[in-house]
């Protein structure tokens, strides 16, 4: 089955209809926007040579774009982005479907729990973290790990937990609205086709939620990836930490940080792409007809026709 | 399916059944019965608590005081002892699998294509394998005159197209009881035809159905009983034809003359 709609709103090739004279006219001139245009074109001219001209030493960027050190830093980065995203989406799942339960104790709870680290600078839980030891001395789980405090509590595992707890609140206010979204008669329907509890939301109730929720996950992870900057409160090598090691190291201070912003920025993008194909994947079913991929629009290009129809196949 | 007497046992029994949401009263002591293979159409002004009813049957809504029962078995509960027992949501589950529901508005599933909505319960619930309800979900769509679209998603079907999927995807449960709630209520005039022909189609092979509707022609056409509800209670009762053209209450005689 396939519907296509380019075809159909095509006039046949050997039939064209006779077209009318096209009108001729004047059109209105529009003076403001060439101004605005210059002045804007103007500026950016004048930041451009302000950067060259002034006191970087643009060399040192490419030099160090791959620099071991740096590079180090970056994978520690994504690895703790990627982590604390982990635990923040199990933990905000589990902690929806706690302030959805109709048990008040456990609904009390995840309010409880949201409240907190929501109220709260993530900065500031991160020193918290790391201060902990001065609550718990010893970490003892009987039979399988006994440790000090503050050599169980690395600042791989500080950082791990304070960006992860912290996003797990997150998660769980947009989980919860993704739930909500779904219409009451889907899971009406599935339980009068006999499904259980648990199988609703797993095969109907969730699924649809993940339209809803998939957007704003996305945003969370690009805001993690740029929050986790933060863990230099606990010590954490991430990328602007090495920046900062390998720029005071050699006399480069600010040329670093303006290389971290770039690979932020690549690190952004690629996650950016990520996001769109995911939200199309979930877009299943809710458009007529999902939109093509940009791969798929050259492919089509190329191939001279748009004689595949996305709706069925994805 | 016989009692002692020898008297088949009725699908549906109700014994002064009460439902209330909060202060809104809305079912006042429904009795009724609807015997196996019967076509039982409920009409009635909107408000009357026909449609929750309909959801009392399979345990959508709990009801508040009464008995009901389908096939013998109470909803919701279990008796032992002349004690009454909650049942447990798996319970309630169980129950529901004989008994298929077509909601006013569909609600198929929108990100599973039409097969997929059909073979859904079947292997979620039953654990029929996947090609075995894929070849008997076919069959059903095919009944419902629906074979050429079984990839399409609920978004590229009508009104029409849809309400005739979500009736295979009950028929997939090969449910002994089929409750239609305002099955044509959400539907364009031109397509409420398709859907009722499904509908007679299903009668005529025996089902027994319970229809909550405002199409008259339909209910004296193809229904054995009818019941007239208005204010949570049931007004009159009979055969429709009887009660759609001798109507002996005021109440009834003013309500069909208005959608008549």
Known sequence: MSVDVDKAARPPQDAPPPLPEPIKAVPVRHYGRWVAALLVIAVLALLVRAFATGNVNWDAIPDYLFNSDILRGLRNTLLITVLSMVIGVVLGVILAVMRQSKNPVTSTVAWFYIWFFRGTPVYVQLFLWFNLGLVFQYIDIMPIYKDEWSDFMTPFLCALLGLGLNEAAYMAEICRAGLTAVDEGQTEAAHALGMSHGKTLRRIVVPQAMRVIVPPTGNEVINMLKTSSLVIAVQYYDLLQSAQNVGRDSGVVVEMLILAAVWYLVATSVLSVGQYYLERHYARGSSRQLPLTPLQKAKAKLSGGFNRSAAGGA | ?260
């Open chain 2, 1 to 260: 399916m016989t009692d002692k007497n020898n008297k088949a046992v009725p699908m549906v029994k109700a014994e002064g059944v009460h439902k209330s949401f909060g202060a809104a009263h809305i079912l006042k002591g429904i009795d009724l019965e609807v015997a196996p293979k019967e076509v039982f159409c409920l009409i009635g002004p909107s408000g009357s608590g026909k449609s929750t009813f309909l959801r009392c049957i399979n345990h959508l809504e709990k009801i508040n005081a009464g008995r009901l029962s389908v096939d013998g078995e109470l909803v919701g509960y279990r008796e032992h002892n002349g004690k009454l027992y909650e049942l447990r949501d798996r319970e309630v589950a169980a129950r529901r699998r004989d008994i298929g529901m077509v909601f006013q508005r569909f609600n198929l599933f929108p990100h599973m294509t039409a097969v997929e909505n059909v073979m859904e319960a079947p292997v979620q619930v039953k654990g029929e394998s996947k090609a075995s309800a894929r070849e008997r979900a076919l069959k059903l769509l095919d009944r419902v005159g629906l074979k050429d679209k079984a990839g399409n998603y609920p978004s590229q079907l009508s009104g029409g197209q849809q309400q005739r999927v979500a009736i295979a995807r009950a028929l997939a449960m090969e449910p002994k009881l089929m409750l239609f709630d305002e099955p044509t209520s959400a539907l364009d005039p031109e397509l409420v035809g398709d859907v009722l022909d499904v509908m007679k189609d299903l009668a005529a092979d025996g089902m027994t159905m319970v229809v909550v509707t405002h199409e008259m022609g339909f209910a004296r056409e193809v229904g054995d009983s009818l019941v007239f509800m208005d204010d949570g209670v049931v007004v009159e009762s009979g055969h429709p034809r009887d009660v759609l053209t001798k109507p002996q209450h005021e109440r009834t005689k003013s309500f069909l003359s208005k959608v008549l």
